[in-house]
């Protein structure tokens, strides 16, 4: 079986001067460049099904310049087997899976895992576009995936908002863009990193492809959100230091310890758990 | 293992066996030949001079004593031990050199200086009084008979048959025999401490086995009846050496009182003897199969010990290989192994850890002797030891706050073994506590820990006018100031100490520069969680740097920085001076270009930063700028200096809060509390914000302080 993985390097902007908005140039010193958070969660799903299912032949696969091998580099550390570039600057998503329509076309593939959305430009649209592309049905979003390869099915579940979910089931082959909530993406071991370091990446170049056509869409014009009054965000003081900088971290918002303290079960169990509660707390 | 090294071990390693040999045979030939020998063996009557049948058959065998059948027995028995303690070496040699090669044998005269110092000095032992003493004594009363015994041997095998002279004659023969039983004396005494205090003191540090009862008995009983041997053949044979031997003369005047006749002590010296020979020979056989093995392996140790600034976490070598650092017991190095048999479970470090003191799971001593126990089953040795031995609690749970390095007597490095296991479980497992994942992140890619980006870190510089360098060209300042990840990027109280460092130099006019947003972390968070790879690619970065503008000199307040920068980065070929902070700034105020305006009169108590006193044994400039310059009342907590408590925040722990027990930073305030100050000063940024939310959480936000003594300096001095 053969996993696709669609991988991109965006350069990602931490500081909101970074934009001249008179020349709409990016200042480099404040951009960093790695592999988009929501690629490398399909990256860690691919993984897994491969762990899960043996197998499996996990393809990443990214469209874009030299810099682009970064984040191939970064899918092999973490488990990939092949690497393929498709050489091609531009930006137009439409143009962009185009060429990965093609390029997956002539590789194969059974499951097509692409990140919801790249945190540079947020359009999520390269997935969507890739489908159509392929004639092949697409769950966008999905935060819980289960495999049936007997029956060459896919279920997966994915956010509706306000808490509301859905599943979803299809056949195979498929293409899935991916929550963040879908997994916890692994940090890459030493030897692997080196390994990529070493690892050919298959260059296809796109002058070959057919999909020469313009972009359907173009920017006109960008503008930036009016200042508004810094908040500095204050943490609870009577947490401790780690959970403090924790919540600074994540900009708040989480966990609290005592949050894990409902209860659940039969009224029996609950009852011990209360009275066993109040005895340890001396209450009673 | 390289082979010159094996062959340099080896020779210790003979060294010490033979040590061990002639200790035996000379125990055997003391009995015999000078404890036993009197003038009445060889000459009837000793003042004529003419020898009996003895002593005729004596000068015949070229002064060679006539072998009877109970030296033949007893000359078995000794082969016998012989070859059991040679087993015994070898089978525990053999499992270190199981592990992989490193040691270093370079600076030999300051190893043996410190074998020396260490072993008949005993001066880290001593720094316990009771039990240093009690050591202390018994190794030298080890060490005297040993060198009667090599001197015995000496006149034997070379003076006598050579020049057929004996040194040891009848003028000599009294001092020497009130030196062995002075020798006996003070082992005994020392065996007496040792015991006392293990069984009547019972300090929680020590636990209590079989084996440490055995040995401690055996050294009793060796040295009580040595005594009466020598005290009732002194009575039988009415030796006119008898005042020469008091305390065995003494012992043999009381069992006198018991026993009746010179037949009976006749039996009783003949029982004596055997039991004399044969516990003696138990204890030299039972040395390699128990704790007494220490005598051999913590001299081995203390001579290999790490001689690398102790700040300085070895380097690992990061090319392509199957495995990084320890995950099995074989990964380890030689002298990792051999440490494991150096501990003698003393429990110095236990005594001192903070993750045990704060009822976590981790005690370097039981994870040293559980590594111990792990490296003699063999038939486990494929075993991962996360999981095995070890939890990985245990491995998370340190704070790199290096007690347990500083206070083993003999030189064990237990914290390097966690990290060994960490930059396994980071490295080639890639299985950590996930909080790290986001830290390793964020410093690959934004050069933080928090994942602020470069540019953020000018902001705390906004309103003061300081060189950058990379503006200023080919005229760099003479001092670059590292401000630091935390003082430059993400706690505002760090980031008002940076700028007091900067304000601060600004009053004295030290021309001074900072990298800004050229500079990137240190490193040290990566290198301590065990990321070797994410340090080597941080550190090379910084030094390439730091060689682009001709960085001479550099200063910094953080003491995760400066340790980092004074010692680990001169093995990836930094040649900047790195400068301590408190040092200059107390040289600074002692040359007036910092003048006191404000002194602070308050009662302050210090809180030594592991960092930078354990690790770089900064503990008396803080404290000069703090009572003689500032006029401040420093009250001292009860551990302070070597014993300093640690804030928790070392090894990567700050970011992951660790959840396990007490909280550490809580126990500390709570003991700045008790000295009745004012406030505790700190002079690091992981203390400050580990106390800032320990006296938060304490409730005591608005009656105890917390400030950094750059801080306060800047008060004093502005």
Same mark, same amino acid.
Not at chain 1, 193 to 216: M, Q, V
């Given at each position: ?9 965006? &350069? ?66 973490? &488990? ?5 570039? =498709? ?35 947020? &359009?999520?649209?390269? &997935? ?65 990193? =080196? ?20 972009? =359907? ?68 | ?64 004593? *006539?072998?009877?059948? #109970? ?52 001066? #880290? ?48 023969? *009294? ?95 003949? @029982?004596?003897?055997?039991? $004399? ?199 760099? *300042? ?23 460092? @900067? ?40 030094? /390439?740097?730091? #060689? ?11 003491? $995760?920085?400066f340790n980092t920068f004074k010692n680990e980065y001169p093995a990836l070929g930094a040649d900047f001076e790195v400068i301590d902070i408190f040092e200059m700034i107390a040289g ?53 200096? /070597? ?61 105890? #302080? ?13």
């Amino acid at each position: 079986m053969k996993i696709i993985v669609c991988v991109k390097q965006i &350069g990602y902007i931490y500081d909101s001067t970074a934009i001249d908005l008179a020349t709409g140039e990016i200042d480099p010193e404040k951009m960093v460049s790695m592999l988009n958070p929501y690629d490398e969660v399909a990256v860690e799903e691919a993984i897994k099904i491969r762990e899960s299912e043996g197998d499996c032949e996990v393809i990443a696969i990214s469209a874009g310049g030299a810099e682009a091998e970064n984040a191939l580099k970064y899918a092999f550390a973490m &488990g990939a087997d092949r690497m393929v570039r =498709l050489n091609y600057d531009g930006t137009d998503p439409c143009l962009i899976s185009q060429f990965l329509a093609e390029a997956i076309g002539k590789i194969g593939y059974d499951i097509i895992l692409c990140g919801k959305k790249s945190m540079d430009s947020n &359009g999520g649209q390269v &997935g969507s576009f890739l489908a159509e592309k392929l004639h092949i049905p697409q769950v966008s979003g999905i935060v819980k995936l289960k495999l049936f390869l007997n029956e060459k099915k896919a279920v997966a579940e994915r956010y509706l908002g306000k808490g509301d979910r859905e599943e979803i089931e299809c056949d195979l082959p498929v293409l899935f863009t991916t929550e963040m909530a879908l997994n916890d993406p692994r940090y890459p071991a030493l030897a692997r990193r =080196l390994l990529a370091e070493k690892t050919n990446i298959e260059l296809l170049d796109t002058a070959s492809f057919t999909g020469n056509a313009e972009g =359907l869409t173009n920017i006109v014009k960008f503008s930036q959100p009016r200042p508004k009054t810094r908040k500095t965000f204050a943490p609870d003081s009577n947490l401790s230091a780690a959970d403090r900088l924790k919540l600074m971290m994540t900009g708040g918002g989480g966990s609290s310890k005592e949050a894990s303290d409902v209860l659940d079960g039969s009224s029996d169990e609950l009852a011990d758990h209360i009275l066993k509660y109040l005895i340890q707390e001396k209450i009673i | 293992m390289q082979p010159m090294n094996a062959v340099k071990s080896l020779i210790i390693f003979l060294f010490f066996i033979f040590l061990c040999l002639s200790s035996a045979h000379a125990t055997e030939y003391y009995s015999f030949h000078v404890a036993g020998s009197d003038c009445t063996m060889c000459h009837d009557d000793p003042a004529s001079g003419e020898l009996n049948d003895t002593g005729v058959e004596f000068e015949e065998n070229g002064y060679r004593f *006539p072998i009877t059948q #109970k030296e033949k027995l007893f000359y078995a028995l000794s082969g016998l031990v012989i070859i059991t303690i040679f087993l015994g070496i070898f089978l525990r040699y053999r499992l270190w050199s199981r592990g992989k090669p490193g040691m270093k044998i370079d600076r030999l005269s300051k190893r043996w200086d410190g074998l020396f110092v260490n072993v008949f000095g005993q001066d #880290k032992i001593l720094k316990k009084s009771f039990a240093g003493h009690g050591h202390l004594l018994l190794v030298w009363s080890f060490t005297l008979i040993g060198l009667a015994v090599i001197f015995i041997l000496i006149q034997e095998y070379v003076v006598l048959p050579l020049w057929g002279v004996r040194i040891i004659d009848n003028h000599f023969y *009294p001092y020497f025999r009130l030196l062995l039983d002075i020798s006996g004396l003070i082992g005994l005494i020392g065996a007496g401490m040792l015991a006392y205090r293990r069984y009547v003191l019972k300090p929680k540090e020590l636990d209590n086995t079989t084996s440490d009862a055995l040995s401690l008995l055996f050294l009793v009983l060796v040295f009580f009846t040595g005594f009466l041997v020598t005290g009732i053949r002194n009575q039988l044979y009415g030796s006119e050496w008898m005042c020469w031997a008091p305390v065995a003369s003494s012992l043999a005047w009381v069992l006198k009182l018991f026993v009746k006749g010179e037949d009976g002590l006749k039996v009783c010296l003949d @029982a004596l003897w055997w039991g $004399h020979a044969i516990i003696g020979l138990l204890l030299l056989a039972y040395i390699p199969y128990s704790r007494l093995l220490h005598a051999f392996t913590s001299s081995l140790n203390i001579f290999y010990r790490n001689l690398e600034p102790k700040g300085a976490l070895p380097v690992l070598d990061i090319s392509a290989s199957d495995t990084y650092g320890a995950g099995r017991i074989n990964d380890f190095t030689f002298k990792h192994l051999l440490e494991l048999d150096a501990c003698t479970r003393c429990g110095r470090c236990q005594e001192n850890c903070p993750a045990l003191i704060s009822e976590k799971n981790l005690n370097p001593k039981s994870l040293v002797q559980k590594l111990k126990d792990h490296m003699g089953n063999v038939s486990a040795k494929n075993n991962a030891l996360i999981g095995g031995p070890v939890t990985n609690d245990e491995i998370w749970e340190c704070t790199t706050c290096l007690n347990c390095i500083e206070h083993c007597p003999v030189f064990i490095e237990p914290m390097l073994k966690i990290v060994e296991m960490r930059r396994n479980a980071v490295l080639t497992e890639s299985n950590f506590p996930s909080e790290f994942k986001q830290i390793f992140k964020n410093l690959e890619i934004f050069g933080d820990p928090k994942g602020k980006g470069r540019v953020t870190r000018e902001g705390w510089a906004s309103n003061l006018k300081i060189n950058k360098i990379y503006q200023t060209g080919n005229d760099t *300042p003479e001092i670059l100031f590292w401000a630091g990840c935390i003082g430059a990027t993400y706690d505002e109280r760090s980031k008002n100490t940076t700028n007091a460092v @900067a304000r601060i130099f600004e009053k004295a006019g030290v021309s001074f520069g900072i990298l800004g947003k050229e500079e990137f972390c240190c490193g040290d968070p990566a290198r301590r969680i065990g990321n070797e790879y994410l340090f080597r690619q941080l550190a090379l970065k910084n030094i /390439e740097t730091m #060689k682009k503008y001709g960085v001479k000199k550099l200063v910094t307040h953080c003491p $995760h920085c400066f340790n980092t920068f004074k010692n680990e980065y001169p093995a990836l070929g930094a040649d900047f001076e790195v400068i301590d902070i408190f040092e200059m700034i107390a040289g600074l105020l002692s040359q007036g270009k910092l003048e006191v305006k404000l002194k602070i009169d308050e009662s302050f108590t210090y809180h030594d930063p592991c960092y930078l006193g354990r690790y770089n044994s900064v503990y008396e400039s803080p404290r000069d700028i703090l009572k003689s310059c500032l006029g401040v009342n420093l009250i001292e907590m009860d551990r302070i200096k /070597e014993t300093s408590f640690c804030c928790g925040a070392g090894g990567g722990n700050m970011w992951r809060g660790v959840s396990t027990g007490k909280r550490m930073e809580g126990l500390r305030i709570q003991e700045a509390v008790n000295t009745k100050v004012q406030g505790i000063v700190t002079a690091c940024p992981h203390c400050d914000i580990m106390f800032d939310s320990a006296i938060k959480q304490e409730g005591l936000g608005y009656t105890f #302080k917390l400030i950094n003594l750059i801080e306060l300096v800047k008060q004093a001095v502005l």
